[in-house]
């Protein structure tokens, strides 16, 4: 599993075919959106995930902006 910053964003990826490191991912998936952070994959979009799927193999974290 590699976790990647780019800004305020954090990039994971995980190998689909390796069941510890699908774990960690979805582990980590739950950490960050318990938090507030919005999951999103690329499909041309950002398209926002609720759902931990192994077979995505990437997943965008947005963080929610404070204030209005």
Partial sequence: MKVLED???IILRWNKDDAEDVAKAKDFFKNLTKQG???????GELQRIL????EYEELI?????EGG
């Fill in 37 to 43: 952070w919005l999951a999103t994959r690329r499909s």
């Fill in 51 to 54: 759902d931990f799927k192994s």
């Fill in 61 to 65: 974290f947005i963080p929610f902006a």
């Fill in 7 to 9: 800004g305020a964003k």
